[in-house]
């Protein structure tokens, strides 16, 4: 204690009354003297008074664009990563900073090249843990676009064995991700395997296309049976059952993908499944239930227009008022309002009602859509810019309006005032409907 006296500058006790307050006061002073020793901030290093001298000027050539010099000075910076100074000072940036500097540096270097991008991510992937999946995910994805499939591969496959503990398991989703391309890209290399293979060669070898495919599926599957967006994958997996003729396991996939309902709503499932079940000449009634969920999910789809065309051929007046409907939606999207090949498909399932005396249901859809309906498309300024600019769309409009038992005197102005297109008596590719012969 007398040391300790001695060293804070502390006088003595004078008195035993004094004694419980010099105590506490000792106590302070030796509590703010180790405050002082161990927390305090260290004293800047050459070294590191260089590495902020040398972080600004890379920041500094960034913001010219002087790639180079930025390049020069970052191949230094990068050693900052090996400072394992105690309580370093604020200058020094987090890991992943480091890492994001070194990569848009080097994707805007001119003569930058594939050794150089390896360089940099293998030396963050071994300069911590806490963003290793993630360095090693981009660095896959830098070689697969750059068309280096067997390196991404090599290199993600070292990354699906990684295990650290808890920080393999606070990058859970990286890990997944990281396990969902390395089957993608056993996919691409099967690929690969199929263009290159000679009609002689037997794919089913274990160094063929049949081996490639057994790895790419099994990881495949294992990804997309878990809930998430897994289109590429799904489609990977799809093509590759049908080139092996397994019709009903893809459809079994495409249903799983489309149907379960621990899966995110996926407009794009659907899609997948419907463009699966044409291709192999499903019945009407299955093509038109699976544009059904879609339309529920995404009614300004393109696919819409041979949704109302199937409902049409089916010639059953629920069917047909359905179709109504659907196009009625379709229109009320500003990007399919001037789409004549729409408008053409709601005149002629309207002129279809006519024909078998249902005018009154569209009259009575007409009541509740009439006020959007009229400041949407019926305007006598849109009826004056369509006259000059799309006269056949013109005329249509006018006829659905008729049909709507509508009066807009102004709008139909516009319509007889426009000039009248010549008679053709060959068929019009471009008014055709895709698929749609209604």
């Known amino acids: 204690m007398d040391d300790i006296e001695a060293e804070l500058n502390i006088p003595a006790v004078d008195s035993p009354e004094d004694e419980t307050t010099n105590q506490q006061l000792i106590r302070k002073r030796v509590k703010r003297h180790k405050r002082s020793q161990y927390e305090g901030p260290p004293r800047e290093s050459g070294f590191h008074k260089s590495s902020r001298q040398c972080l600004k000027i890379i920041r500094d050539a960034m913001l010219r664009h002087n790639w180079q010099e930025a390049a020069e000075y970052f191949t230094s910076y990068i050693q900052t990563l090996e400072d394992t100074t105690v309580g370093r000072p ?12 070194g990569t848009e540096i080097l994707h805007n270097l001119p003569n930058a090249n594939n050794e150089d991008f390896n360089a940099v991510y293998n030396q963050m992937k071994n300069s911590g843990v806490k963003n290793y999946a993630k360095i090693c995910l981009e660095h896959g994805f830098h070689l697969m676009l750059n068309g280096q499939w067997d390196e991404a591969k090599r290199q993600l496959s070292v990354a699906d064995g990684w295990r650290y503990g808890k920080q393999e398991t606070s990058q859970s989703l990286e890990m997944k991700l990281i396990r969902a391309y390395c089957g993608f890209l056993d996919y691409f290399i099967w690929c690969d395997k199929k263009s290159t293979t000679s009609g002689t060669e037997d794919v089913n070898s274990p160094q063929g296309m049949h081996s490639c495919f057994r790895q790419a599926s099994v990881t495949l599957q294992e990804i997309i049976g878990q809930p998430g967006i897994w289109d590429p994958f799904v489609l990977s997996y799809v093509a590759m059952l049908e080139f092996y003729n397994d019709e009903e396991g893809a459809l079994k996939v495409l249903q799983n993908y489309a149907y379960n309902k621990d899966f995110p709503s996926n407009p794009n499932a659907h899609v997948y499944l419907y463009e699966f079940l044409k291709r192999h000449k499903a019945p009407k009634s299955k093509l038109i239930a699976s544009l059904r969920i879609l339309h529920s999910l995404l009614p300004s789809h393109q696919l819409m227009l041979k949704f109302c065309s199937l409902l049409h051929q089916t010639n059953e007046p629920k069917n ?17 309002k001037s789409d004549r090949k729409a408008w053409k498909c709601l005149l002629e399932i309207m002129q279809k009602h006519k024909t078998i005396h249902c005018l009154y249901l569209i009259r009575k859809e007409w009541a509740i859509r009439k006020s959007l309906w009229l400041a949407m498309h019926f305007r006598p300024y849109i ?13 249509i409009k006018a006829k659905v309006l008729r049909l709507t038992g509508e009066s807009n005197r102004d709008y139909f102005k516009s319509a007889r005032l426009s000039r009248e297109p010549k008679e053709d008596n060959t068929t019009n590719t471009e008014d055709k409907l895709d698929g749609c012969d209604l």
Do not use: H, N, Y
Not at 322 to 330: G, I, R, S
Not at 383 to 389: D, F, I, L, V, Y
């Open 90 to 101: 604020v200058t020094s940036l987090p890991r992943e900073v480091i890492w994001r500097l």
């Open 320 to 336: 047909l008022q359905e179709a109504f409907l659907v196009c009625m939606d379709l229109l009320e999207f500003s990007s399919w």
């Open 383 to 395: 009826g004056k810019a369509e006259s000059e600019r799309d006269v056949k769309l013109l005329q």
